[in-house]
């Protein structure tokens, strides 16, 4: 099982005594800051839940699965994400 937007909203509204808007507004909040600041390359930590993180991946050559050709893949990046002490706890 898993937990949708919907889901996600209605917890954090029922937890924080919010209106689901309310929540929503929060929740999408969230995510600007998330998405501003990586794409900066600034990480962004919540003490005890996550960190996340931009990474840099260097090029490298791969190959395709159906056919083996060798092919490059160009540099880029990527996002890391690290479990808090608390969210460690919880599925440990």
Do not use: C, F, H, W
């Not at 600007?32 to 991946?57: I, P």
């Not at 395709?64 to 706890?89: D, Q």
């Amino acid at each position: 099982m898993s937990v949708n937007r919907t889901d996600l909203v209605a917890a954090i509204a029922d937890k924080a005594g919010l209106t689901k808007t309310d929540a929503d507004k929060a929740l999408s909040a969230l995510q600007d800051v998330l998405v501003e600041n990586l794409g900066k390359g600034e990480a962004v930590k919540v003490t005890g839940l996550l960190s996340v993180e931009r990474v840099e991946r260097k090029a490298r050559t791969g190959r395709n699965p159906r056919t083996g050709e060798e092919i490059k893949i160009p540099a880029g990046y990527g996002v890391k994400i690290s479990a808090g002490s608390a969210l460690k706890k919880a599925v440990g």
